[in-house]
């Protein structure tokens, strides 16, 4: 299949999304009157060993096979997984996740787990060592057919939502995401609500997915302890909390059953959540519900505002 | 210190890069694991274990005694904790040699006033050039562990394997001889193994490892020359790992050690026996101003009714009995 792709025609800005101010934007409620919108997204994830190799990306920091960071990663699957989960069964929260779609067939348990307590499955790729960087069009259509039609046989679900393996895009990533009918992406870090996308054809948002209350980047981009990621889960949710008195605002934790799943980290999520769920005007909810209820709504008056915003 | 990305080889910027289609192929997509060394399992569906005396935590304590050469090679990389600067770095080589001259006897009084039984990991060379702590550990009947010859040989996926294959008959062999134990325990330098260390390992007479980080307890691997196991060394809880990686005070380390116990504590049961591993540098803790720290968290973790302090071997043996 020749290479359509259109790049980014201003290269210094993807021009997904349209500048458009926090303050003058119409009010965005929730049901119930909630003011956040709140949503757990575990990645769950394989990691090859011995992956075929990118050529702008290794796969592991030490030469292969690099069995320290393989097996931290192998932790979450075996143990943390569970260990997390229970916690958000406690809180009745159930889960939105990313997932390696190759996990379902690695570990169909997990993904059992999953579907038994009315979790939401979406793509994060079929492994998180296969980079979409270099991907043509043909190589990235194949992985979001292979995710809808795995994840459909496995567990029912159509997908509604995509974070890109790894997080490595291309530059038709999103026009792709739109074409297949998927609701929204987690990749864009740009705002405290959802955004319509800049798409090719059809529609696309963005929800809030959040890289700096992502528990990886926490433990290991800031490498701050456990018990000041609840201190950090806490003040996030409380300003949104009280920002979405005047504005519905979305908050999610990202997770990542090895990094969470550790004895010694679990109970500062843990101790979060029973804060955060102890609230009366949050919507404890998924992402796909958080993107049904936006797109019909909201959606149509945000694209008004922004058009307004922009002048036209 | 911040995450660096050493992975990035280079911007995507102005190149044109494209894949092959096998990068679209995936051959080790199935059920279990994309290796052959165990078998894929999640602890909640493992039968239960039980301790001796029905202890509800193994406290599997490990002292690790290294040496970082000065002329430590980044061969294929550094291990943590090891020189920084230009050579020679004498202030990197002295701090971790600290612990082998003052640290490692605090620390190993500290063990002895709490009544824990540590397992040693010697890097070979530290045998060799310290016999006075081996006799230390050998007199208090504690089990020494290999830890490959010294920090600056890293057993890795380059390495062939006659080279590698000396390396650690070296290590054991001293070992062995030094010690006069068996000496079935093995971690690797900055636990880095190739394909081929599993199966070195088994054919010399180890029975578990230490390098894998994906277990609360352990579990058999197989390899070519029959089976050993993966035991729980916790690298998250490691000291080295908490204040010198992450940079986190040993307030926050001895509270860590703590919450980790406590949610470990709170899973186990008389009839089904969890482990709390934590391994410990002297060059680290064993500072004045950190061995307090150390205190605080291993009083805290012995303090817990039914706890059962034991050797790695021990453990192991009583893992294998169910």
Known sequence: MPDSRTPFSDPADPGLYDYWPWEGRPKLTWPNGARVAFWVAPNIEFYELQPQPNPIRNAWNRPEPDVLNYSIRDYGNRVGMMRMMEVMDRYGVRGSVSLNVAVCEHHPELIEACVSRDWEIFSHGIYNTRYSYGMDEAQERAILEDSLETIERHTGQRIAGYLAPALTHTERTMDLLAEYGILYTCDLFCDDQPQPVNVRDKRLISIPYSLEMNDIIVYNSYQEPPRRYAEMLKANFDQLYEDGAENGTVMCIPLHPYAVGRPHRINAFEEALEYITGHDEVWVTTGREIAEYFYEHHYDKAVASIAEANGR | ?322
């Open chain 2, 1 to 322: 210190m911040t995450r660096q990305w050493p992975q990035l080889r280079k911007q995507t910027e102005g190149k044109a890069v494209t894949l092959p289609n096998s990068y679209m192929e995936y051959p080790s997509r199935r059920y279990g694991m994309d290796h052959q060394w165990y078998e894929w399992s999640m602890l909640q569906d493992r039968p239960e274990v039980s301790w001796p005396n029905n202890a509800r935590v193994a406290i599997w304590v490990n002292v690790a005694l290294e040496f970082f050469p000065l002329n430590q090679s980044s061969e294929p990389f550094k291990a943590p904790g090891g020189m920084v600067t230009a050579y020679p770095d004498l202030r990197h080589y002295t701090l971790r040699d600290y612990g082998n001259r003052v640290g490692v006897f605090r620390v190993f009084r500290l063990l002895d006033e709490l009544g824990i039984t540590p397992t040693v990991s010697f890097n070979s060379k530290v045998a060799e050039r310290y016999p006075r702590l081996i006799a230390e550990v050998v007199q208090r009947d504690w089990e020494v562990m290999a830890n490959g010859i010294d920090m600056g040989t890293i057993h890795h996926g380059g390495l062939a394997e006659d080279a590698e294959t000396a390396l650690i008959d070296e290590s054991l062999t001293s070992l062995r001889e030094i010690s006069g134990q068996p000496v079935t325990g093995w971690l690797s330098p900055a636990r880095s193994e190739s394909m081929n260390t599993l199966d070195l390992l088994a054919a010399r007479g180890v029975e578990y490892v230490g390098d894998w980080q994906n277990d609360d307890m352990p579990y058999a691997m197989s390899t070519n020359a029959g089976q050993l196991y993966s035991m729980p060394m916790s690298h998250e809880l490691d000291d080295q790992t908490i204040q010198l990686q992450y940079q986190h005070s040993e307030t926050s380390f001895a509270e860590q050690v703590e919450d980790a116990m406590t949610v470990v504590y709170n899973e186990s049961s008389a009839c089904n026996g969890r482990i709390v591993s934590l391994v410990i540098h002297p060059w680290m803790s064993g500072q004045p101003h950190r061995i307090r720290a150390l205190r605080r968290a291993l009083t805290n973790v012995m303090r817990y009714d039914s706890v059962w302090s034991a050797s790695g071997s021990q453990i192991l043996k009583a893992f294998q009995a169910g």
